[in-house]
């Protein structure tokens, strides 16, 4: 059986843009008080100003840790754990309502398309207290897939 090759594949940012808005698994990694990273597994998007969107409570560690160091790193995976990844580096910040409801309208769209009743969603996002976290990407590593090195191809 052939052994599976790592890529490494080097993309412009039109071309990242392009990879992560099918893609809405992601890790976003952000820093606790004490240095240590912190992971969190999301469904993501990209809004039309292309940065990447989360959406999250006002309480959650992610939210916190993003108030206090916007300094983030998302991880984006394909469906297939096995696919393609990408890990983005970014400045994040937190919008909180009402700021938060118009972007997460946003949110919801490049995730999932039309909603069958807007002020339905809208209310519901009021109701729960929704944030949203933004990340302006600032840089990317190649898309990446697993796999041997191709030194020990067969």
Same mark, same amino acid.
């Given at each position: 059986? *052939?052994?599976? #090759? /790592? ?8 071309? @990242? =843009? ?9 890790? =976003?990694?952000?820093? %606790?008080?004490?240095? %240590? *990273? ?10 039309? +100003? ?15 840790? &993003?108030?206090?160091?916007? +300094? &983030? ?11 393609? !990844?990408? +890990?983005?580096?970014?400045? $994040?910040? &937190?919008?909180? @309502? ?6 997460? &309208? ?11 009743? !807007?002020?339905?969603? %809208?209310?519901?996002?009021?109701? +729960?207290?929704?944030? =949203?976290?933004?990340?302006? #990407?600032?840089? !990317?590593?190649?898309? /990446? ?6 030194? =020990? $191809?067969?």
């Amino acid at each position: 059986m *052939p052994r599976t #090759i /790592a890529t490494n594949t080097q993309v412009t940012r039109d071309e @990242l =843009l392009e990879f992560i808005r099918i893609r809405h698994h992601g890790i =976003l990694m952000t820093t %606790r008080r004490d240095g %240590r *990273p912190q992971a969190s597994p999301n469904t993501i998007g990209v809004d039309t +100003q292309g940065r990447i969107v989360v959406s999250t409570y006002p309480e959650r560690a992610k939210a916190m840790n &993003v108030r206090r160091n916007g +300094q &983030v790193s998302v991880c984006v995976l394909s469906d297939d754990f096995g696919g393609p !990844w990408v +890990q983005v580096d970014g400045t $994040a910040e &937190v919008l909180d @309502l009402p700021d938060a409801l118009e972007p997460l &309208v946003e949110y919801f769209r490049c995730i999932s398309g039309e909603h069958p009743d !807007w002020d339905e969603y %809208r209310q519901a996002m009021a109701d +729960q207290g929704k944030s =949203l976290i933004r990340v302006t #990407i600032d840089r !990317w590593g190649p898309i /990446a897939t697993g796999g041997f090195p191709a030194r =020990l $191809a067969d």
